[in-house]
């Protein structure tokens, strides 16, 4: 078990997210949002702030 900081797992998945749109041409934000929940172990209430804070930018 890792002991990190709360929420690193979520800027950790900000960051990635942020990735995969900017370097896949086809990528989807729910499909990547989705992703990111499950490889960083995320809640849904992280899933809801993480489509708010992408919406939000464009």
């Known amino acids: 078990m890792s002991v990190q900081p709360e929420g690193e797992e979520l800027r950790k998945a900000t960051k990635w997210i942020s990735d ?23 809640t849904p209430k992280d899933a809801e702030f993480l489509m708010r804070f992408f919406s939000e930018k464009d």
Request: glycine share 0%; proline share 0%.
């Open 20 to 42: 995969q749109l900017r370097y896949e041409s086809n990528a989807s934000l729910t499909k990547a949002i989705e992703q990111a929940c499950v490889k960083f172990d995320l």
